[in-house]
């Protein structure tokens, strides 16, 4: 299963929306999670099946979609949110990641 | 706490072979399957092979399908990845993870990675 994610990077304020998108290139019901990546670190869980929040993750991050096309929001900016943002699809193997979307300082 | 560590990774030649390690502490790691995720200098995640709790089953990315062998021995809470045939293409930083349900709540382990370099 291929997964496109879109843009491949963006450059945004503190304080702006940022909608990240990835589509699956076959129906993969809801099962995509969403991670953020800092260089140097490992990836770290934002939401899985698509749209329930990873506990203690900040309330800004929503994930919506299900079968082939979703969508990672970040209501509002916070400067430790400059980081990039891989989807991985779960529904079978072998399991797969998007491309990346590098969230820049604008 | 939870904890997966790394080791085993280095420098070595193409063709060659290497055997990476994760150790697992802080968790009962022998009931859920084990992943391996790699990341290439500058680039993204690429997932590479996972293992059932019980070792019985196994699966692998198409690019290092029949040269890397995913293992476990539960009785050293050990995560093993035998790499061989290496390229230059295999170089990159190499995680163990594990993922899945307890209770109601999800959980996510990484390791900090271990780096492997093919280079002659």
């Known amino acids: 299963i291929q997964l496109t994610q879109s843009p491949s990077s963006l450059s945004a304020s503190v304080g702006d929306r940022v909608t990240i998108t990835c589509r699956a290139s076959q129906v993969i019901s809801n099962s995509l999670a969403w991670y953020q990546q800092k260089p140097g670190k490992a990836p770290k869980l934002l939401i899985y099946g698509a749209s329930t929040l990873q506990s203690g993750v900040p309330t800004r991050f929503s994930g919506s979609g299900s079968g082939t096309d979703f969508t990672l929001t970040i209501s509002i900016l916070q400067p430790e949110d400059f980081a990039t943002y891989y989807c991985?699809?779960?529904?079978?193997?072998?399991?797969?990641f998007g491309g990346g979307t590098k969230v820049e300082i604008k | 706490q939870e904890q997966l560590v790394e080791s085993g990774g280095g420098v070595v030649q193409p063709g060659r072979s290497l055997r990476l390690s994760c150790a697992a502490s802080?968790?009962?790691?022998?009931?859920?399957?084990m992943h391996w995720v790699r990341q290439a200098p500058g680039k993204g995640l690429e997932w590479v092979a996972v293992i059932s709790f019980d070792g019985r089953n196994k699966y692998y990315g198409d690019s290092v399908k029949g040269r890397f062998t995913i293992s476990r021995d539960n009785s050293k809470n050990t995560l093993y990845l035998q790499m061989s045939r290496l390229t230059d293409e295999d170089t990159a930083v190499y995680y163990c993870a594990t993922w899945g349900i307890v209770s109601t709540d999800r959980f996510d382990y990484w390791g900090q990675g271990t780096l492997v370099t093919v280079s002659s």
């Open positions: 802080g968790f009962t790691s022998s009931v859920y399957a």
């Open positions: 991985l699809q779960l529904n079978s193997y072998p399991l797969s």
